[in-house]
């Protein structure tokens, strides 16, 4: 454990240099990387289902407005049924290819997303396992668990809501905005404008609720810490009489976290009205100067229609959009910790080339060992003992002297810093 970046030291922190930001996030996009080169196909595949259904749906209002434009003046002036039976097959077909590809898309997409968290769930498992005791000393099961259940939890639930939510919502968006400019290309204009306060207001909403997620989730910690350290330590509670204080710092921190939530509700109560503002205020002036083309003759009441239903739509999946930015922050938290978990090696490896030793006579050897926790103090200085196989011997020492720790060398739990261990003569480390 060289540096801050490997995972028992430097997830606590939140004051990082650059090179360390940039060394997590990077550790972040190898994990990320490893994860979902074996779905590449898949991914592929998801992608496209998701552009035919998306473009599919896109051409609703344009068909809508073809139909009222052409097909509808020929059954009220020649009652020819022909255009309008074709423009409405059309419109169903495209509907419900639409939705067909899209219960194909959200099953590759769940099939996805679930190896993937299957395949970090494991990894986790069995890399934590993997780990020395010296990783297991420092890193508490507290923070282990965290990793397996809320920090995977979090993925998941970016991986499953969020990033379909982003992925369909921004590519329908865009999919919408270049309808409308193939079609109508002024209101595609007020729609690019309204696209200035719409982007203002994501940005506003995106780096409040940062601040206002980051302080829920560090106050939310407090409080169950509060909770979990009283009622752990409730004896020695009880028995100093510190129900009063406890009180006091669980109100305290109880208040706080109303505090925050009510400003996260506060922040929402601000920007969905914002959102509506915008996209009413657009729709009016579509609405506005489509009507008044119409009225010189300029536009088709078809053509308006479409433009009122792409700029309803084109606002829609705003509001996922910026959910997802909520979920995105707290999985790239929990995958930032979980990669720095995955990277910690292991103090005492396996050998390369290990020696069989099927059947051992028990004859232990400590050369020249010379040992100490994490290079800190040596317990250990320049220590020799031959134990020959079958002897009985007792360590007599004060508290602390490192009778523990001998027995933790003779099973491996450590590596010496300096000589070796050796069992019938073949040192540990080749066993
Ligand atoms: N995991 C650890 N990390 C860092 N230091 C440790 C660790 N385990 C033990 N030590 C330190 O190593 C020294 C030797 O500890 P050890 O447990 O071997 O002593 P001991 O002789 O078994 O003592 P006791 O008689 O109390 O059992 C002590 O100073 C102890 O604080
Ligand atoms: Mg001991």
């Known amino acids: 454990m060289s540096t801050a970046l490997t995972g028992t030291q430097g997830e606590d922190r939140s004051n990082y240099t650059r090179e360390?930001?940039?060394?997590i996030r990077q550790r972040s996009l190898r994990l990320l990387g490893s994860l979902v080169s074996p779905l590449k196909a898949q991914i592929v595949l998801a992608a496209i289902v998701l552009v035919v259904s998306t473009a599919l749906q896109v051409a609703g209002p344009i068909l809508i407005s073809i139909g009222l434009d052409k097909a509808l003046p020929q059954v009220l002036d020649h009652a020819d049924w022909m255009p309008a039976f074709t423009i409405g097959?059309?419109?169903?077909?495209a509907g419900a290819t639409a939705a067909a590809l899209i219960g194909w898309?959200?099953?590759?997409?769940?099939?996805?997303?679930?190896?993937?968290?299957?395949d970090l769930r494991k990894r986790i498992f069995l890399h934590t396992q993997r780990l020395s005791l010296e990783f297991h000393e420092t890193y508490t099961s507290g923070r282990i668990i965290s990793r397996q259940t809320s920090d995977l939890d979090s993925i998941r639930e970016l991986l499953d809501g969020g990033l379909n939510n982003l992925v369909s919502g921004v590519l329908f968006g865009a999919f919408t905005f270049i309808a409308l400019i193939v079609w109508d290309w002024q209101s595609g204009v007020i729609l690019a404008v309204a696209g200035i306060p719409l982007y203002l207001l994501m940005r506003w909403f995106y780096s409040r609720s940062q601040v206002v997620f980051r302080e829920s989730r560090v106050i939310s910690a407090k409080v169950i810490v509060q909770f979990v350290e009283t009622m752990t330590g409730i004896r020695a509670v009880k028995a100093f009489r510190k129900e009063p204080r406890n009180d006091v710092t669980f109100q305290k921190v109880a208040g706080d976290y109303r505090d925050v939530n009510r400003r996260s509700m506060?922040?929402?109560?601000?920007?969905?009205?914002?959102?509506?503002?915008v996209a009413a205020l657009t729709l009016g002036l579509v609405v506005l100067w489509g009507g008044i083309r119409v009225a010189d003759g300029a536009l088709t009441v078809g053509v308006l229609l479409s433009a009122v239903l792409y700029v309803r739509n084109f606002f829609a999946p705003m509001?996922?959009?910026?959910?997802?930015?909520?979920?995105?922050?707290s999985a790239t938290a929990a995958l930032e910790k979980v990669s720095g978990v995955l990277e910690e090696q292991p103090t005492v490896p396996d050998p390369e080339v290990p020696v069989d030793l099927w059947e051992s006579r028990g004859h232990v050897r400590f050369e020249e060992v010379t040992f100490g926790y994490s290079g800190e103090k040596t317990i250990l200085p320049n220590f020799s003992l031959d134990i020959a196989a079958g002897q009985t011997i007792a360590l007599v020492g004060t508290t602390g002297a490192g009778k523990s720790t001998l027995a933790k060398l003779i099973s491996r739990f450590y590596d010496p810093s300096l000589g070796r261990v050796t069992?019938?003569?073949v040192d540990l480390r080749s066993l």
């Open 319 to 329: 509001q996922e959009i910026a959910m997802f930015l909520n979920s995105y922050q």
């Open 20 to 23: 360390e930001s940039k060394a």
């Open 266 to 277: 506060l922040l929402f109560g601000t920007f969905e009205p914002g959102l509506m503002a």
């Open 423 to 425: 069992l019938d003569g």
């Open 89 to 93: 097959f059309i419109y169903l077909f």
């Open 105 to 118: 898309y959200v099953v590759v997409a769940a099939r996805i997303t679930q190896a993937v968290l299957i």
